[in-house]
């Protein structure tokens, strides 16, 4: 038993003082190794260096899981800390889609049934590497020593990988240089062309902007994102003159209706996005009938609303599930109010709201407050359950505008339509117009600094937010809101406390 172990001493001081090993098969390998060479190809010097022969992929590394860290800061319970989980393992199928989207899914697929995906692993030479990150523990025949993992003892090996097998971190994955000629050339989607005019006025809409998020002050009649019948969109424009510095596309992480303006937050990068839109989901998510919880690192949102009448009380709070429901043979929808207890699916729905100043000629400005964002969820609320529809909403206040009568005031002054960027109205609409544009504006969001809040997390996976800055942002009214502002001599006034 002595002899044994004084051989094994030896042999692994021989390799502690030898330069490091080439790398090739080893004939004195262990059993364990052995059973391996039968599916593995073994990395050779610089004949057969693997970046000739594979293509390789960046190696695995956990990244910040954004949406749990978005469910944590916005529920939870006032605690100072955010913990930055991270995705710490994943599978090699999923890493490859990850890093190289461009290759088709089932191209992939088909790769891993034929065995031709690799993954690299570290060997010791004539020893089996087992143990942790800070220490590698050598097993030879009868004995285990525990040796530091700076001793250059390793060589390398490319072992095939299933699918579904586990990455560790830093593992690297090795595809066939011939899947560059398998994959169909990627579909080149023409991006949407601006001229000079166009690309400035695009700029200019751009209220905000740092490294995580762009915050834009979207105008009336301009989509968000593309669909039939829509020819520009926000997320086409953001993508061709939003881009700045960045290689991503600016992402969309919540939407307006065409016809509403106001405050459009995106995401400059997948992590910043993925964790804006966690934030936006679980504001709506964690609501219930009883109210929201409160957070003050939480997201916040105010509206402004011109309305066709007064709501018979000066605040309050609606929650009232809403329901999609077919019209016109199909051909269109609409959502409306559950209030028959009816077995549908239904959204719950929660909106405060607050009179800021009633007009004697029968309209008033509201403060609208969503706590959940469903669709058409304010324009909604205001014509089935306050019985005041939004000027300029004709799908759920047609029967008042109906009856309307354009606002005439002495000091009225009609202004002609003047030709804008991509075809938009911006003069007109309103009050005192037969056709007003839609008087909802979505003035005010207070965010979290997503930018700070990532440059934490990337120090430490546990972060302090008791000092993480918030971000208030303020859109001015569009010209026809603040038309009707002027015609009607109302005092618009916001107020933090309510």
């Known amino acids: 038993m002595a002899a044994n172990w004084r051989v094994a001493t030896a042999a692994l001081r021989r390799h502690l003082r030898s330069p490091p090993p080439t790398i090739r098969e080893s004939t004195g390998a262990l059993s364990a190794a052995n059973q391996r060479r039968s599916y593995t190809t073994a990395l050779a010097d610089d004949d057969d260096d693997p970046r000739g022969k594979w293509l390789t992929l960046p190696p695995f590394s956990p990244t910040i899981d954004a949406a749990a860290v978005g469910k944590e800061l916005s529920f939870g319970d006032g605690d100072s800390i955010v913990k930055g989980s991270t995705d710490g393992s994943t599978t090699a199928l999923r890493w490859i889609l990850r890093c190289r989207p461009d290759l088709p899914r089932n191209l992939v697929q088909k790769l891993f049934r034929l065995r031709q995906v690799r993954v690299k692993i570290v060997f010791f030479d004539d020893f089996e590497v087992t143990g942790d990150k800070r220490f590698v523990n050598v097993i030879q025949v009868r004995r285990q020593v525990v040796v530091p993992m700076s001793c250059e003892l390793q060589r390398s090996q490319l072992k095939r990988v299933a699918a579904k097998e586990s990455l560790n971190v830093g593992d690297r994955i090795y595809l066939p240089l011939s899947v560059g000629n398998d994959a169909p050339p990627p579909a080149k989607k023409e991006r949407f062309r601006c001229s000079e005019e166009e690309r400035k006025f695009v700029c200019s809409l751009v209220l905000y902007k740092d490294p995580a998020i762009i915050v834009l002050n979207k105008p009336h009649g301009m989509a968000v994102q593309g669909g039939t019948g829509v020819k520009t969109s926000i997320d086409e424009l953001a993508a061709t003159c939003l881009t700045f510095d960045k ?171 003047s030709s804008s960027p991509f075809g938009l109205d911006m003069e007109g609409g309103d009050v005192s117009s037969k056709q007003p544009h839609l008087h909802l504006h979505s003035k005010q969001i207070d965010l979290p600094n997503i930018c700070q809040l990532l440059e934490k997390l990337e120090v430490s996976s546990d972060s302090d937010i008791s000092d993480l800055d918030g971000l208030k942002f303020d859109a001015p009214l569009p010209t026809h809101m603040q038309l009707s502002f002027n015609l009607l001599k109302s005092r618009v006034e916001t107020s933090d406390n309510c």
Not at 291 to 296: C, S, T
Not at 355 to 383: D, I, M, N
């Open 247 to 417: 290689s991503e596309s600016p992402r969309l992480v919540h939407r307006l209706d065409r016809d509403c303006s106001g405050l459009l937050v995106l995401g400059r990068t997948q992590t910043a996005a993925t964790l804006l839109h966690s934030i936006f989901r679980e504001k709506t998510s964690g609501a219930s009938a009883y109210g929201v919880k409160k957070n003050i690192k939480s997201l916040k949102r105010k509206y402004l609303a011109l309305v066709i009448g007064c709501p018979r009380r000066q605040r309050g709070q609606i929650s009232a599930p809403l329901r999609k429901v077919v019209v016109d043979d199909g051909k269109s929808d609409r959502i409306t109010v559950n209030d028959n207890g009816e077995l549908v699916s239904t959204q719950h729905a929660i909106t405060e709201y607050r009179v800021v100043e009633s007009s004697p000629h029968g309209y008033t400005w509201l403060e609208l407050r969503p706590l959940t964002g469903r669709k058409h969820q304010l324009r909604v609320h205001c014509a089935e359950v306050l019985g005041t529809p939004i000027l300029g909403d004709y799908k759920y206040g047609w029967q008042a505008h109906k009856t309307r009568e354009p606002f005439v005031s002495p000091e009225n002054t009609q202004t002609k339509p």
